[in-house]
């Protein structure tokens, strides 16, 4: 059964920095784009950032550019999205995802990743 699990969630006062985890068993993810989404209360789940299966490709959300850094770590069949310079509207539960196919796009669409995890919150306090 593949699962993805993300830690690191947590409150921090704005300016602050952050670092998610996100990692997976039951099959390696080694060949495959992996990405990570948001979702505020009472909003839609959005795009963050994603990297390709060698992290020789990245794509980030124009409102994360320059503060948040997602990277892998394909030995340990991890992912990880340092966030730094943390604000209040980054409030929100953040979701690990990973594309099932190999390949090296990566897509901002939620609809082109397969696999979820069940999310980890991070809080931001002004």
């Known amino acids: 059964q593949v699962q993805l699990v993300e830690s690191g969630g947590g409150l921090v006062q704005a300016g602050g920095s952050l670092r998610l985890s996100c990692a997976a068993s039951?099959?390696?993810?080694?060949?495959?784009?992996m990405g990570w989404f948001r979702q505020a209360p009472g909003k839609e789940r959005d795009f963050v950032a994603a990297?390709?299966?060698?992290?020789?490709?990245?794509n980030y959300a124009h409102s994360v550019l320059g503060r948040f850094t997602i990277s892998r770590d394909n030995a340990k069949n991890t992912l990880y999205l340092q966030m730094a310079s943390l604000r209040p509207e980054d409030t929100a539960v953040y979701y690990c995802?990973?594309?099932?196919?190999?390949?090296?796009?990566?897509?901002?669409?939620?609809?082109?990743?397969?696999?979820w995890g069940q999310g980890t919150q991070v809080t931001v306090s002004s």
């Open positions: 995802a990973a594309r099932r196919s190999p390949s090296s796009v990566v897509p901002m669409n939620s609809y082109d990743y397969d696999y």
């Open positions: 039951g099959r390696t993810f080694n060949s495959n784009t």
């Open positions: 990297i390709s299966w060698n992290g020789g490709t990245t």
